[in-house]
């Protein structure tokens, strides 16, 4: 047990250690552990979003991520089913209890350095265990887990997306349980490691799932000496291993999976390059973005009489693998999913170079010096050849030489502390290292903390502003649209319900819904991403948002609002505009409209103020179809010239201009136009539609995350004459339809709600509508339909159903008072009696093997 305690504290200083340059850099210059993109655009509110949740033990569904939605299980592929973020999460909440501080923003920002060191000293400790099975000594086994958890991949991957260096735990963990499994015939580590990661995150899953599998299929095929099961057994117990790991830790795995599958990832540009282009960030010797390795794994690969090492032979074979594979971005695709092709899998190269390295410095006397400084001239040639083409110094590059005097040394001589010293030296030139990674390499993508302030990510005087707003909601299901920044998930900071998200996974019913449904235009065309509602009035009193804040110079902001503010924020002054059109949280509507007669966003839009859409329900139920402006309007081109729906702008700023008919701005307050339009040359460069003050932003046709094309609707204040601007190309166009909007069918819909006093309440665990006064009907409200809702009406359970392609909607009765709804994710009864079978299978499979044993 002392021997524990005392490495426990070995790997927590040396963690510790490998942090003094970012701590010393956070604490005196306000640099923080995160990055400027994803970092504080994503990692930081999601963990800002779990913590608020966990305190108020909420349901795992809930109104404020995004348009709302589970988070959790959205969030699995992040945080949400993270061991390592509960743990930080339990950091944040002892740190807040014992403090009473409620300054959670920056207690987050300084977690990412506290479970960052938590997390490396767990990956030392693990690794360390791990390469004493392979029968390095203590001292080298000591240097490679260095190695390994100061690797550039783990300060990159905790950097960029903290939740990601989760996997360089699991990944020795599950090797040392294989290892167990096959010389001790003890199952319970794989399990564990298995079960951890599978309920960790889906993604890891698969990256794992390529590693052991080779990694198993090579202890399989080729036998270890001291290896006690024969290749019948090994096979066995894997995949029992693997099933009953799958029972215990279905839960997070079946969730993220589910989650995925609802996700919405379409993408134009899925083509992949054969051969990288030759840069710095993919140089693996020297100065690489992904990850540097040690000139001596390289060295290791020529040296032969080291191949008749077991486990060398193993690693040397997975590096040489990986070392190959990173020259095609297909090995990237491949470890993707076969998708775009993402730099992730590095990890597992860190691990197998680390071990090489200790294994060569164990086993350096079974050479020569010749065959030393033959094996060396390759990799020192390429990393000399390589700064000199940089024309950038690292400071580790001074003790190349030191640990080839000592690796001579040590052939030639024999020396009680000659490994320590190899170790001290490996431990420097790996500090030296990320000390220059940190510095030369990701210093350009770290974030101070005044850049929160300065993007207008998070201030004071916002925060300010939004508290007051809230303080004014009629009740719980109300929204703040505020789109600046906007790939920021900024309302997870500031903590409302809001019309944005930016997260990988998210219910495609949201993105169908704006793309494909209502043709809504938003700031960007990229995925991972909705946010507002393009300042559409109707939409905006539908999904109960009651204000907006706006830069003052953007002119485009939603009719039947007014002015209620205008403050100074920074170099910024916002507006805030009211609602002046709200529509109760939820409300009785009669009329039922079926989509199939609805064809233009506008109709849509009246037959959900006039009651619902149900695709599943046949309805005769008609609604008055707005005139189609176009037909009566006059169309010029200015430098532009348009042939068979092929749109030529000769010019920026080119396009149509479109006369309407004289009484338009007097008969309607908006202008609804259906446009198709996509740029077909040039690819290379973003562009954008102008409708007179709406601007809609398009991205590059060549741009990885674009999404695909489709109609749009560009809505702007009624004018007789309209001006269509792009960019010099050429276009796909097609304008299909012009409404107009006088907000009649809006203002009685509020008329008539006012009838009605219907309140929604949000109580964590369960929402309550308080129904006092009601007709019968559908009960309709903006709360994003899953599955997974439950409702009861005065304690009898009724159908949630889906309504208006999004929403949700009750049945309920004259007289009826309280609805309660709650959220169960799918298949989660399911998961835990599959959760508790496998721990039940895991005890009767350990007593199983050693049963056999004791036979034996």
């Known amino acids: 047990m002392k021997k524990i305690i005392y490495l426990i504290f070995i790997t927590l200083f040396c963690a510790i250690i490998f942090y003094i340059p970012t701590i010393y850099k956070f604490v005196n210059y306000d640099y923080l552990y995160t990055s400027i993109g994803d970092g504080l655009k994503q990692m930081i509110p999601f963990q800002i979003y779990l913590i608020q949740h966990a305190k108020l033990f909420t349901m795992f569904y809930d109104i404020d991520f995004g348009l709302g939605g589970d988070y959790f299980s959205d969030l699995s592929y992040y945080y949400a089913t993270s061991p390592f973020a ?110 951890i990661t599978i309920t960790s995150n889906f993604y890891f899953t698969y990256y794992q799932f390529i590693i052991l599998a080779f990694y198993v299929l090579y202890r399989i095929i080729f036998k270890y000496e001291k290896d006690i099961v024969n290749i019948k057994q090994k096979f066995i117990y894997t995949i029992v291993s693997v099933f009953i790991a799958f029972l215990i830790g279905n839960f997070g795995f079946v969730q993220g999976v589910l989650s995925y599958l609802e996700n919405d990832r379409s993408i134009m540009n899925n083509n992949v390059d054969l051969i990288i282009p030759f840069i710095k960030q993919y140089n693996v010797l020297y100065g690489g973005f992904y990850i540097t390795i040690s000139f001596l794994s390289v060295t290791a690969l020529f040296l032969r009489p080291l191949y008749k090492k077991y486990y ?11 070392l190959i594979g990173s020259l095609s971005p297909y090995f990237d695709s491949f470890f993707n999913g076969f998708s775009m092709p993402q730099r992730r899998w590095v990890y597992a190269l860190a691990l197998s170079t680390a071990i090489l390295t200790a294994m060569v410095v164990q086993h350096i006397k079974l050479i020569t010096i010749k065959q030393f400084l033959l094996a060396s001239i390759l990799p020192i040639t390429a990393i000399l050849v390589t700064a000199i083409w940089q024309q950038t110094f690292y400071y580790w590059l001074i003790f190349v030489p030191i640990l080839c005097i000592l690796l001579l040394f040590k052939i030639t001589y024999k020396h009680q ?5 190899i170790c001290i030296v490996l431990m420097a030139s790996q500090f030296a290292l990320i000390y220059d990674y940190q510095n030369k390499i990701l210093s350009k993508y770290t974030p101070k903390k005044d850049s929160i302030k300065d993007s207008h990510i998070y201030t004071e005087k916002t925060a300010s502003k939004i508290n007051h707003l809230k303080e004014n909601k009629i009740d719980d299901l109300r929204r703040i649209d505020m789109l600046r920044p906007i790939t920021v998930n900024s309302p997870m900071y500031y903590n409302f319900n809001s019309t944005k998200l930016y997260s990988s996974i998210y219910n495609a019913d949201i993105l169908k819904f704006y793309e494909k449904d209502l043709f809504v235009s938003m700031p960007k065309n990229s995925n991972s991403y909705y946010a507002g509602f393009s300042e559409r009035s109707n939409l905006n009193s539908l999904f109960n948002v009651d204000y907006v804040i706006k830069d003052k110079n953007d002119l485009h902001y939603p009719t039947n609002t007014e002015r209620i503010d205008s403050y100074k924020d920074q170099d910024r002054t916002n507006r805030i505009y009211e609602n002046t059109k709200k529509l109760p949280s939820a409300r009785v509507v009669n009329k039922v409209f079926d989509d199939k007669n609805l064809n233009t966003p506008l109709v849509k839009e009246h037959a959900m103020l006039n009651g619902m859409i149900d695709n599943h329900k046949d309805s005769k139920e008609q609604i008055k179809q707005p005139k189609d402006l176009l037909d009566s309007s006059k169309i010029s081109y200015n430098n532009a010239k348009l042939d068979n729906k092929e749109l030529t702008v000769t010019k920026d700023g080119g396009g149509l201009t479109i006369n309407l008919p004289k009484d338009t701005s007097e008969k309607y307050k908006d202008l609804y136009f259906m446009i198709d339009a996509e740029i077909k040359k040039p690819k290379d460069k973003n562009y954008y539609i102008k409708v007179n003050e709406h601007k809609i932003f398009r991205h590059k046709l060549s741009y990885t995350y674009v999404r695909p094309s489709h109609t749009t609707t560009a809505n702007i204040r009624a004018q007789n004459t309209v001006h269509i601007k792009l960019k010099k190309g050429t276009y796909h166009f097609d304008l299909k339809s012009i409404q107009g909007e006088d907000y009649s069918t809006l203002k009685n819909a509020v008329k008539q709600s006012k009838n009605q006093d219907i309140k929604f309440h949000n109580k964590n665990n369960h929402y309550q509508i308080d129904m006092k006064r009601h007709p019968s009907g559908h009960l309709v409200m903006p709360l994003v339909y899953r599955e997974g809702l439950k409702a009861t009406v005065d304690g009898k359970p009724v159908d949630i159903k889906k309504v208006n392609y999004i929403m949700s909607s009750i049945p309920v009765e004259k007289g009826q008072k309280k609805v309660i709804i709650t959220y169960q994710p799918p298949l989660f009864k399911t998961s835990m009696v599959a959760m508790f079978i496998g721990v039940i299978l895991l005890i009767v499979f350990r007593k199983t093997i050693r049963k056999k044993d004791s036979k034996i």
Not at 138 to 160: K, P
């Open 312 to 322: 060398f032979k193993l690693f040397a074979i997975a590096t040489i693998i990986c």
């Open 417 to 421: 502390y000659i490994n320590i010293l």
């Open 86 to 195: 509960w743990i930080g999460i339990v950091f944040v909440l002892a740190y807040q209890f014992f403090s009473q501080s409620q300054d959670l923003l920056n207690i987050v920002l300084t977690n990412q350095i506290v479970i960052a060191i938590f997390k490396c000293a767990c990956i030392i400790f693990i690794t360390y265990l791990l390469l004493l099975k392979y029968h390095l000594n203590r001292v080298l086994a000591f240097a490679g887990s260095i190695l390994y958890a100061w690797s550039t991949v783990y300060y990159y991957f905790t950097f960029t997306w903290s939740f990601f260096s989760d996997v360089m735990f699991y990944l020795p963990l599950a090797l040392l349980g294989i290892e167990r499994l096959f010389t001790q015939k003890k199952p319970t580590v794989l399990i564990i490691a298995i079960a």
